[in-house]
């Protein structure tokens, strides 16, 4: 069965630093969505993409933040200049189509430290 | 504004027995849909079972089902023959348009040998 797929599985990063986080969604998906999972706490909404574009943001999603599909295949979350508060469990997810009874399939997160 | 509530922090159930998850919502949509997720300690996403809006019958998958009340926009998961591996955060979460998904808090579910 197909799967999101996500890279890496942990990735620690000074305060400050650049990172990026990467997804493989499920090939016949159109539509991709990052969240993040701070320890303790809800799911939250990041970003949606669709045809190489953001559809749709949350406030967290701020100038810090950007999304990127740079091939067929994969879909990146950077984060320019890292915070302490950043530090959470980032999931990617796809679906394959909108405004039908469809289902976002999550990929396996990212933990992501920021020290 | 969609709100998903989850008024159950924590609960437990022996193996083999059956336990019900709370979830309440609020929405001004009218078609929508409703989820369980389950997140073990690996932290991965898994989705257990999904109820549309516009379906009267309440969906069910196996040893899980929903009872989906509208009108009182509550929307439980039920887990019958509970076993080990059903220990998990459960999160419930809600969709409309088609658009991002919006999660409860979750309700830490340990089951008992």
């Known amino acids: 069965e197909p799967e999101v797929t996500q890279t890496p599985s942990h990735q620690v990063t000074q305060m400050g630093q650049e990172v990026i986080l990467r997804c493989v969604p499920i090939?016949?998906?159109?539509?991709f969505y990052w969240y993040r999972q701070i320890l303790g706490q809800k799911v939250e909404f990041l970003v949606s993409?669709?045809?190489?574009?953001?559809?749709?943001k949350s406030e967290i999603f701020d100038d810090q933040f950007s999304v990127e599909r740079p091939d067929g295949s994969n879909f990146t979350l950077k984060i320019r200049s890292t915070k302490l508060e950043d530090s959470a469990m980032y999931f990617c997810a796809s679906r394959r189509l909108r405004g039908n009874p469809d289902t976002q399939y999550f990929g396996p997160g990212t933990r992501l430290t920021v020290l | 504004a969609q709100t998903v509530t989850q008024s159950q922090p924590e609960m437990s159930v022996q193996e083999a027995e059956t336990v019900t998850l709370s979830c309440t919502y609020d929405t001004s949509e009218s078609n929508y849909y409703l989820f369980w997720y389950k997140q073990p300690p690996s932290r991965q996403m898994i989705l257990v079972i999904r109820q549309e809006a516009y379906k009267q019958q309440n969906a069910t998958e196996n040893r899980f089902s929903v009872n989906f009340q509208k009108a009182a926009k509550s929307f439980s998961l039920k887990i019958s023959d509970s076993q080990l591996g059903d220990t998990a955060m459960y999160f419930c979460a809600f969709e409309a348009g088609a658009n991002n998904l919006f999660f409860g808090t979750g309700t830490r579910l340990t089951v008992i040998p």
């Open positions: 090939s016949n998906h159109l539509y």
């Open positions: 993409f669709y045809n190489n574009e953001i559809s749709e």
